[in-house]
């Protein structure tokens, strides 16, 4: 019999369901991402936003939260500023109070599905996510500075809460809730493919 060299059809490509869903909500919101190894983050105004490639992140990154950090980011700065390179904050190497109450905001948004613990942001202002209470909207301390980011939070959670980032945020932070769920029954079996590797899931957090 005459064997005919067969090459199998691609005909669809797998993805993480996490990152399908958050691909798809920052479609829904309009932005477009892609990954520059040049950089670690960053818009345009035009919808695009670029992220560094996954080999550079730290094993607990995500699209998921490396995203909702980029969205607070724009909640905060006001829905206009998504025409603006990096939603109009200033990339310079100093603490805006913006910076921390989109933190606040993120925090708030994690916990209305009991996410905080897994969508935290990266980087140095981990330090600062990591002390807030369970209220995000508490203080840290007197100084007038905290009061400035918790007003920034306020007004930020209030927006949240309207087109054009509801229900969009809120359906994707839901849908992250839902897999979590349906993964914690095989937490307790997992084991990871990696030497050497003894990292927790993510998912158990």
């Known amino acids: 019999m005459t064997t005919t060299p067969y090459e199998r059809p691609v005909l669809s490509r797998y993805l993480d369901p996490l990152e399908l869903v958050w691909l798809a909500t920052a479609r829904r919101l309009g932005l477009t991402i892609r990954r520059d190894a040049s950089i670690f983050s960053r818009t345009d105004g035009s919808g695009m936003l670029w992220f560094g490639p996954r080999d550079d992140l730290d094993e607990d990154d995500t699209l998921c939260q490396m995203l909702l950090h980029e969205l607070c980011h724009w909640v905060v700065n006001g829905v206009h500023t998504f025409s603006e390179a990096d939603w109009g904050f200033p ?26 613990g897994m969508l935290g942001p990266t980087g140095k202002y981990r330090e600062y996510f990591d002390r807030l209470g369970a209220d995000p909207l508490e203080p840290l301390d007197d100084g007038d500075e905290e009061r ?10 209030a927006e949240v809460q309207a ?6 945020i809120d359906e994707a932070l839901a849908a992250t809730a839902a897999m979590r769920q349906v993964v914690t029954p095989f937490l307790a079996d997992y084991a990871t493919e990696l030497d050497d590797d003894t990292l927790p899931s993510l998912w158990g957090r």
């Open 91 to 116: 990339l310079e190497d100093y603490d805006d109070p913006r910076e921390y109450g989109c933190l606040r905001l993120q925090a708030w948004l994690a916990d209305r599905h009991g996410l905080r």
């Open 148 to 157: 400035a980011i918790v007003a920034i939070a306020a007004r930020a959670i």
């Open 163 to 168: 087109p054009p980032y509801s229900p969009a």
